[in-house]
């Protein structure tokens, strides 16, 4: 009797394990706003005046596009890259799924203006 409980209780206990895997490894929708930036520079990237280093970082020492997320001060690369590209240098809210630490990105929009935020000057 002992060993068929031990036995059920250790399969009950792989089997949640398993489960509980399963659950963390797929993809998360939601919604997320911060800076386009690039994968090198990730948080120092998180302002207007990083577009062209950005950019350059991408097409000539192989960056990936990235947001840097303001909520939990994450950088999550961007796919497919071609949605992120135009947005270098801007605020913006990205939608989508998240696996690991890449955004599939279905949409990108321009972040809006808070009541009172100055716009930059170049």
Known sequence: MGKRLFVSVVAVLLLAGVVLAGEEGKAKE???????????????????SHADCATKCVKEMGAKWALYNDADGKVYMLEPQDKAAPHAGQQVKV???VEGTTIKVSSIEMAEKKEGEKKPSF
């Open 30 to 48: 939601g919604t997320w706003s911060g800076w386009v930036t690039d994968t090198m520079c990730g948080a120092k990237g998180q302002k207007a």
């Open 95 to 97: 939608k989508g799924t």
